[in-house]
């Protein structure tokens, strides 16, 4: 069965830096899709970016950049010059048909 | 478009009662996804569909939980008896094509069962 780990619970960055926020997946496929989710406090599930398994080029969106190893079966989410309103919970998630989520990240952004 | 709707926002419900939460998934959309959000367990799937045709229900907890799709607008999950351990946010998403094109969420159904 697919699963994805995040195993930083809690992060945190100074407003104007830069925070990785780390994911792992398991799967046996070859072809599938990996996602970003912001969840704020509002609970409404926004999607931050999303990166295809047969491109290698790194999906870039703004400020959010990923870095994707499929062999190493990694996809970190990097949030560059971080604002007060990037802070919220953030899921990575896997896809063939149906959205599998890790246990998400709390990230909190300090003036 | 509107989004995904999801009705009600709230919805608090005494132990014992029935209680249907109502989904209107994105016009032209054919997949319809259920997911439940605990602090213990996370987001979890429920149940999906495809062209208003269940495809996978095995994250259904029991066979207190139905879900149905009678047409491609309209969605809902029912909870019959409810118990205050259902107590949650529960999630609809709609989707074109799965994973090409993304899932777009409701703003989900906070419920508490006392």
């Known amino acids: 069965a697919q699963t994805v780990t995040q195993s930083q619970p809690e992060m945190s960055v100074q407003e104007a830096e830069t925070v990785t926020l780390s994911c792992t997946y398991d799967t046996s496929e070859s072809d599938y899709y990996l996602f970003w989710y912001k969840q704020p406090p509002s609970r409404q599930m926004i999607l931050v970016i999303r990166q295809e398994a047969y491109k290698q080029q790194n999906a870039t969106e703004n400020r959010f950049s990923v870095n994707f190893q499929k062999a190493a079966k990694s996809f970190s989410l990097k949030i560059s010059d971080s604002q007060l309103g990037d802070a919220a919970m953030y899921f990575c998630?896997?896809?063939?048909?149906?959205?599998?989520f890790g246990t998400g990240t709390r990230l909190q952004v300090f003036p | 478009d509107a989004g995904v709707i999801q009705s009600p926002r709230h919805e608090v419900t005494e132990m014992g009662q029935e209680v249907t939460l109502r989904c209107k998934p994105i016009?032209?959309?054919?997949?319809l996804f259920w997911y439940r959000q605990t602090m213990m367990r996370g987001l979890e799937l429920l149940i999906y569909?495809?062209?208003?045709?269940?495809?996978?229900d095995s994250g259904m907890p029991e066979d207190r939980f139905s879900a149905k799709m009678p047409n491609a607008s309209f969605s809902t999950l029912k909870i019959q008896p409810s118990e205050p351990r259902d107590s949650a946010v529960y999630f609809c998403?709609?989707?074109?094509?799965?994973?090409?094109?993304?899932?777009?969420f409701g703003s989900g159904t906070r419920l508490t069962v006392v």
């Open positions: 016009s032209g959309h054919d997949y």
């Open positions: 569909f495809n062209n208003n045709v269940p495809i996978d």
């Open positions: 998403a709609s989707s074109l094509v799965p994973g090409n094109y993304g899932y777009t």
């Open positions: 998630a896997y896809s063939t048909d149906k959205l599998i």
